[in-house]
């Protein structure tokens, strides 16, 4: 098992630091090892987070599935594509490790790039919603939230960016920031 299930409910109530620790509790598994079965879920409690991180813990990537399912989402990340849509996983890769060439990859380069993540750690976050309109509200202002206090310059490890500009109070209820 490379996942934990919890409550929207629980969720709301936890603040940003909690589940920066709760996501540090998830057991996880290698890339190279996941199956589809080994992260299939109800369809109430499908969406929600997913992680990858690098085999020495340096570089975290962090996802949302809100629409999708998880098992969906994480398998779009595997398409090489340079043009591809959803497959932000291997760009954000390529990007951090190849800071000088950001965002000039080839589908090869891409390619190159599914052969690391072989090595990658997997876990997911799924969220058993009882309001799916709020659950994905939730979830997409906690992913925000999590990228934006994960960045290198923050003390975090996180190799995807987000648009959030301002800080974040880490220490209050998620639920009191959500309008």
């Not at 369809?43 to 690098?54: A, D, K, R, T």
């Not at 949302?64 to 398998?75: E, P």
């Not at 849509?85 to 965002?103: C, E, G, I, M, W």
Request: hydrophobic share 35%; glycine share 4%; charged share 20%.
């Amino acid at each position: 098992m490379c996942y934990k299930v919890i409550s929207q409910s629980n969720l709301a109530n936890m603040t940003l630091k909690h589940i920066e620790q709760f996501i540090k509790t998830i057991p996880h598994k290698l890339l190279k090892d996941l199956c589809y079965y080994d992260i299939y879920r109800p369809e109430n409690s499908c969406i929600g987070f997913y992680f990858f991180e690098s085999p020495l813990g340096d570089k975290l990537y962090i996802g949302k599935s809100c629409s999708r399912s998880i098992t969906d989402r994480v398998g779009a990340h595997f398409d090489c594509r340079k043009g591809a849509f959803l497959n932000s996983l291997p760009r954000a890769v390529f990007n951090a490790n190849y800071p000088h060439k950001k965002d000039t990859y080839t589908s090869q380069d891409l390619h190159k790039v599914f052969t690391v993540l072989r090595e990658w750690n997997f876990s997911a976050l799924f969220v058993e919603w009882t309001d799916e309109d709020y659950a994905k509200q939730l979830i997409s202002k906690i992913e925000s939230m999590l990228i934006f206090d994960l960045q290198p310059q923050n003390g975090g490890n996180c190799i995807n960016g987000t648009n959030r500009k301002y800080p974040i109070n880490v220490n209050i209820p998620i639920k009191n920031l959500i309008p």
